[in-house]
Each structure stands twice: as structure tokens, then as C-alpha cells.
């Protein structure tokens, strides 16, 4: 992944969560001009950086999304939740983009099509919200658009050579696909070029460029807007040629192409007697199944036309079927028949898949030069439609809708004065449940030959005129599908012009003039990180090289200097190292962040109020402490939703405020962070809890009596207690607090769990600010040098062998009143010799914390303190539970860091 | 140089881009009759397909390169 990329996706993500943040703020402030131009920035921004790179799909959803903006923040669109819903759903979805981005996984058709979904979603908002009534005027030139995709005219305007190359194409399996595309009138600017575009479509077979509107005079013309549609013919998948369009998905239309509508005869349709007894001929030897004789048959007809009748052409088509292996012998009957009346054979109606399911019908009645023939497909289809029985229930359904057809065909030709008497006629048929009337209407109005003749004109001028003559004839059409256009673009085009980009370009300068930040990569600091780890321990071999210049070649000076010079090197390590800590710092608001969201989000799903405090978000840790927080909180949160919270109802009937509080606050105690989440729901029931653990065998009967409230409350860290049965009838808790103890322990860190019945809970996580280095004890046994770490650690403590009670052969000893087990660290250790006690009999004992109980070891003697750098064991050693890691000293030895949780 | 105008005739070589179209269109303005000659032009911004199609330009020489031709026949069919 190349640097600028990997930068673009850093800030994405940024963006999206600023995003995410802001939305969450302007619930709470709707009217906030300032946020909803902050809000409106960053996802201009974002918008824009995405334009750098080949994302079509995010900046679709992301444009959309700006113009949303741009309209809420010049209050032609009111905030609202759905508003919020949609933009966050939209966020999500770049989210996931950005996901798929940084694994190079190519966008799948599914994420260009939720794209354009999503996009689509957002500007319904900007239209429903600001122009209802473009949706109904839209609508209204829709009923006649769907049958004028008359693909088979498209298809007469291919020459006959491609045609028949496509066609051969096909026969080996190839699928054939149809793309009209209908650029947007800004494309140039935006640096397209469609016919580039067109003939770079995959199996690319033929392009044909049409004018979309009658040409103006050259003086009035504008030579960079674009009026022109192109057509395609490829040979491929249609998912192919969408992924191929995928930048311009709403412009265009595709559909497959049945191989069996390429054989449309074309030429002078000069004809005679002659074809007459050839058809005749022809038909004979079809019945007879004599295709060779029929093929001899069309060869010498075919010598003796001229290659430019439509005869010739029908002919050559028939060569090519009867080459076939097996020759289709209906579609031979039809060409056949055809020569007598000149007509193409009706190859039955197209399979129509549009890619985008778009919405912008009104574009596709701009079909070019087939108006004529659109209509008469138009008309029969309604015709048959009349004819059909009447005793359907959904006869007034029928009959309005052929309505709806019929006075679109009419206001599409200007006929509007005809209008009149088809509502008369409708109605009638609609009183007396009787289709008939309205047929006849339509047989008055549109007489079958009338409505038939234009279309061989068509079919004539398709192979021969220019279509700009074509769209003079029918200027009534175009002007219908301006108007429905027009309000589009009436929208769209102060959003998207030049204001906002002004406006904000502004801003954006004066942002890049001061980077306060600098964005580095983790690697680049865990390497310094190791670096410096790697420093401390070569320091600290510099007072055992003192010792060793004094102790063994007796230079005191030179042993005095070194110590010096470590005492400076020391400091300046000290130093290096507090500041590479600090860069790995991160505020605790990285991860509280998406609370607000996640609050908001489950609460509503549940129907619960809940306000969310968060308090504390500077407070800073490792980068590694903070991360492993993100699960664990969000599972207490939601666990604290899902169960803590009452519904409004009863918490009202409780006396307390309708909307519960959650409050998460996070601070520094010495070198720990706290973190405390407290509710105010309705607490744990300690007794149900007990009850339950006692049920389930976790405790006996003599602690269920004997555990206070809080320490019942605590049962549900362990593990087994966390099912859902348990949860369901008790007051909540309990789903996985296991798994969120061991994530927190993970990193060295507790937590404690407070709860009162009816008043509420508070959750209490404790973590160290960085695990970079570890504090550990040094202590010696058996000759040996073990470390334990100091938060591990409660006190060191000499005890005299008389005060060391056996009890049932577990040493034991009192302290302060509390009896604390011994253990023998050699014994734990599987050493043989037995712990050594000092010139007074006492033996030394590391007490030691072990989840909330105590231990104390037994061990020969304490030692320094020291800062390591704890490595994991790893490869065969990594099974030895008993240590949690070694550790590399000054003088080259290796120190053992004991696991004081396997100890008891 | 990708446009070559002479008296009435224009001849486009190798590529004409989008930028030359606004050039073609001044160029065309009180022409009448003007022919084009394609036979060495690979590809053409439809920018200036445009322009030639709306001043009803005669093409004298119809490109090799396929995809131009083809699609230029498509538009210009009444001087094939």
C-alpha cells in the first residue's frame, strides 16, 4: 500500500469518527450552525480526498452525503433522527470500504450496488424533504418509458458485419450485452471522456454515438456540454461491463442481448414476384426438413441479388443459421416469412436487467429515434391488454393503468385535447366494469394501421437517416423529458456547484498552514520502544563493569569514572525512555469515543433513555492499555444497557428520572488509570446472585452465609457463572464479566465490581499507565535470582520460625491479625532444598497479592528493585505457566519473572 | 499538431483532445461545406464529435483505427 493511501486511510477513519461525533452532538443541538459546518467540512473533505484515489463507491455515498449536508446547513433539509440514522448507516458503509481498502480487496458488485443504495438513500432525503413534488412529476412520463428500451431498434443501428460478428460470439457461449449510456451534461469538465469510456468496455463489439437534442446554431453551441448518448455492444458479463461503469452507474442502462435479435435483415427493400416463389421454395424444403437444399437454395439466390437489397441481407442470415450444427429452424421460417412482407421478424421481447435500479426513468424516454415504434408498442400492448376477459378482480387496476399509458402517450405527442375523451372513457369502463368501451376508444383514436405505418418508416430511417432528423420530428417527446429533468438538476446543481468548494477551501488552507501533529507509524515506535529497552539494559552492565575494573584489575579511578559517566547515561536513558513513553500515549477518549454512538444506538433499539456522561477523556495511557480497554468497556456498557437500565415506565414508578444516567469517567491515580462506569438502574440482587452461584455449584452452603453483599455481587467474574438463564431472571450482569476480568488482567490490571439493589452499579477498572517496562522485586532462592512483579507485591516481611504454624500440613502464619498461607517458593518450583532463614531464624516472606487473597513465599532473601523489559517466554517454554516472562539484567544474566497467579 | 485546418477542410492526426474543441467550433463558425479527413486519427474527444456532428461536417476520409470509425459511422451516417 503505497504512503499516500495508507495516510488517506488513517484519516478516513479519523474523519468518519469525527463524523460519527459530531451527528451524536447536533442531536443534542440541532439548531448548532457551527457543528453542521463542521459536520458539512469533514465530509466535504473526506469527499474530496477520496476523489484522489480510485474509490467511486466512496465518494458516491460521500457526495451524497455532502449535498445532504449542504442542504441541512442552508435549511432547506431539517435535522432529524432518520436524517442522523441515514448519514451514520452511509458512514458505516465507507467505513467498511475503507476495511476493504486497506485488505486490497476489490469492491464486489454487492458494495457498488449498496452504494449506489446508500446514495441514493441520502439524496431521497434532500428531495423528499425540500421538493415532494418532483417525485410525482418524475413519475408521471415513467408509464410509457418502460417499453421504449426498444432494444431492437437500438440493434438496427449496428452494421450488419458486427452484428454478425456479435452473433458468432455468442453461438460460443459468449453473453452479449446492450449498455446505454447517457453521460451527465458536466462530464467533459470533469475530465471524462465517454466514447473513451464506451470503446473500452470488456468484449467491446461497437459503439454508436447519437445527439441527444436537436443540435443548436454553432454560435449559441456549447462545445463543452456534453449532448451526446452512446451505445454499446460487448460481448461479456453484464457484471463485468457494471464493474467497467462503475464511476457512472446511474448513467447508464445495460440488458442482455437474446443473440436471436441480431438477425434483423437490413437493405433496399426493392422486392418481386420472384421472392414470392422462393419463399414459397424455401418454406417447402423447411417442411421437408431438407436443410442442404435449402441451404443450395439460398446460395443461388443470393448469387443472383444485389448485396444491397434487404433480401440479400435476410438471405446472408440465413446462411449463417444453416451453417449451424444444429440450424434453429423456427427462427430459418421466420426470416423466410419475413421476405415476404419486409418486416424484421418480432423477435419477442427483451430481457430488461437495469444495473441500478435507478429511479431516473425520466432520462431513459430520451431513447432516441424510435418514438414512432415506441408508441405502437406502446398502443398494442394496451390494446391486448383491453381485450383481455373482464371478469379479473383487479379489472379497475388494469383499466387505470392502461389509462395512465395511454395519457402519457398522448401528452407525449402533444395530443392533448384527446385527453378528454379517454378520462370519459375511462371512467365509463371503470363504471361498468368493462374494458370494451376504452378499447374502442383506443381503436378510434390510434387505427391499427395508422399506429402500424410509422413503424416500417422508422425501420427504414433507423438504417439510413441521421437521427437528428428523427428528434426534430418528435420535439414534443424531448421537451416532456426536459421538464421531468429539470427539477433534478434544479437541485443538484447548486449543490454541487462551486459555493461550498469556495468556502471551504478557506478553511482547509489555513488547517495545513500549522500541522501541529505529526501521523507516525506504530511500527516506527515499538522499534524505538525496543531500542531503548534494548539501552536500558546495556546501561545497566556499566556499574558491574565498575565493580569488575575496581574488584579485578584494581583501578579504583577508572571505576569511580565509569560510575560517572553511568550516572549521565543513566539520566539521559531515563529521559529518552520517559518520552518514548510518552509518544505511545493515548487519550482515553480513543476509546470512549464511540460510546455515544454505541448509547445511542442500543438504547433506542431497546426503548430505554439513557444519558451518557463521559468524564476524564484527556486522561492518557499506552497505547496497548488503551486499546485493550475498547472491548471490555463496551461490553460493560452494553451489558449495563441491555440489564442495568429499567424501562422508562419503571423506573418512573421507581421515583427516579425517566432518562437513566451512565456515566463513564476515567482518571489517573499515581500510575494507575481508573476507570469507573456507574449506572443508575436497578442494581444486582447480591442474595439472587448467591442463590444462583450456590445453585450452580460455585460456592457451598458455608460461604453463601458467609459472603458479605459485595463480595456475592463479585460472583459473577467467575467463570460458568455467565449464562444467559442466569441473567434473564436475575437483575442483569453476568454475560461474559468473565471475559472482561481476563481482558483486563491481561494487561495487569483489576477490577471491581459495587452494586446496590435498586440504587444502581459501579464498575471500577484499574490499569497501569504503561507495560513497557515492569517494576519487578528481585528476590533469591536456591541460589537463584526469580522476579516478581511489584504490583504483585504487598509487603516484605521477616517471620520467625516459631511463628510458622502448620495447619493440615500447610504452613500458615499471622499477620496483623490475618492469617496469610506460606508457601516455599522451592517447592512450588519443584527445588529440593529447603528455604534458608537468616542469623536471627527467621525466614524471609515476599507477601504477595493473588487475585484477592494473599500469599506469602517463602524465600532466601530479598534484593533490589528493578525496571525490565518482561518478554513473553515463547517456543517450548511459553507451557511453563509458573512465570509470566524473563527479563535480560545489566551483568548479561537472565531474570525469571515468576506468575503469582499460578502460586496458589 | 492533431488538427490540421486548411481552406475547407480539416484534417485530424493521431489524438484530438477535449481542449481543442472550443478552437474547432470558432474554426467551423461561417463554414459551410467543410469535409473532415479522418484516415489518421486513432481517437477523438466526443467534445469535438459534437461540434463537427452540429455543424453537419462531410467526412472526406473515414478513420482505420476501428473503434473511432465505427462509432463515427454511427453518428455521420448520411456521408458513408
Partial sequence: MNELLAQFLSEARDALEGIGGKLMELENAPDDQELMTQLFRTVHTLKGNSGLFDFPEMSRVLHAGEDLMDAVRHGDVQYSQDLADRLLDAMDFVSALCDGIEKEAPVSPEMANEAVRQAKALRALIRTTAEPEVAALSDAPAAPASPALPLAQWLARVPEAIRMEAWEQAQHGSPLVWVHYVPSEECFYQGDDPLHQANQTPGWLWTGMAARAPWPALPEMDAYRCMLDFDVLAAAEQAEVATHYRYVPDQIQTMVVPPQWLLIPQGDPNGGPVYDDFVEDALGLLDSGDLAGLGRAVDTMLDLSSAALWLSSALRWMQRLLVMPAPDTQALRRLVESLQTLQVPAWSEPVVVTVAASSASAKSVQTGNVHAIALKNVIDVQREVLSLPDDAAWLPGRIKAAVASLSGCLRAFSRHGELEGLNTAAEQALANKSAVGLAQWLDAAFPDDAASEPSSSASATIASAAPAAEWVSVPATVAVSNTATEPELAIKEPLDADAPEADVKFGRRSEDATPKSLKVDQVKIDRLMNLIGEMVVAKNAMPYLANRAEAVFGVRELSREIKAQYATINRISEEMQDAIMQIRMMPVSFVFQRFPRLVRDISRRLGKQVNLELEGQDTAADKNIIESLGDPLVHIVRNSLDHGFEMPEVRQAAGKPVAGTLRIAARQEADRVVIEISDDGKGIDAHAVKVKAYQKGLIDEAAMDRLTDQEAVNLVFIPGFSTSDVVSDLSGRGVGMDVVRTAIEQVHGSIVLESVKGEGTRIRLSLPLSMAVTNVMTVESNQQMFGIPMDAVVETVRVPRSAVRTIKQRKATVLRGRVVPLRDLNTVLGLAAPPLTNDSDEYAVLVVRVGDAQLGLLVDDFHETADIILKPLSGVLAGLRAYSGSALMGDGTVLMVLNTKEML | ?80
Fill in chain 2, 1 to 80: 499538431m492533431a488538427i490540421e485546418y486548411r481552406d475547407n477542410e480539416v484534417v485530424f492526426s493521431d489524438i484530438v483532445g477535449v481542449e481543442d474543441a472550443e478552437v474547432l467550433l470558432a474554426w467551423l463558425q461561417g463554414r459551410e461545406g467543410v469535409q473532415a479527413d479522418f484516415a489518421v486519427c486513432t481517437h477523438m474527444h466526443p467534445a469535438n464529435v459534437q461540434v463537427l456532428m452540429a455543424a453537419q461536417v462531410r467526412i472526406a476520409q473515414w478513420p482505420v483505427a476501428v473503434p473511432l470509425d465505427v462509432a463515427l459511422r454511427s453518428a455521420f451516417s448520411t456521408g458513408s
